[in-house]
């Protein structure tokens, strides 16, 4: 019911600035959190950073003080921006969506992934 489009990822020397979108189309009324995970190669799927509906932020100890999320709830798209990056930050990553029904456990939207490739 959730759809989620990721987009600007690329290639980016040490140091430099990143900016990635999602985009959240349909069922969005049921979304309760939103944020961005990163997966690298043969490593497990992190959490980096989330933003919850009222406006609440969390982040990954390693990316404290280096990337920001941010929401335009007009267009239903959340954004991470990633400053003075590292090649340790290299990675897919994916836009999710947090469902949190009354009653069960949590439901998850994820979206295709971006690649972000930071070279030193």
């Known amino acids: 019911q959730v759809q989620l489009v990721e987009s600007g990822g690329g290639l980016v020397q040490a140091g430099g600035s990143l900016r990635v979108s999602c985009a959240a189309s349909?069922?969005?009324?049921?979304?309760?959190?939103m944020g961005w995970y990163r997966q690298a190669p043969g490593k497990q799927r992190e959490m980096v950073a989330t933003i919850n509906n009222g406006g609440g932020e969390n982040y990954a100890d390693s990316v404290m003080g280096r990337f920001t999320i941010s929401r335009d709830n007009a267009k239903n798209t959340i954004y991470l921006q990633m400053n003075s990056l590292k090649p340790e930050d290299t990675a897919s990553y994916y836009c999710?969506?947090?469902?949190?029904?009354?009653?069960?456990?949590?439901?998850?939207?994820w979206g295709q992934g971006t690649q972000v490739t930071v070279s030193s």
């Open positions: 349909g069922s969005i009324f049921r979304i309760n959190a």
């Open positions: 999710n969506a947090r469902e949190l029904p009354r009653f069960g456990v949590p439901r998850d939207y």
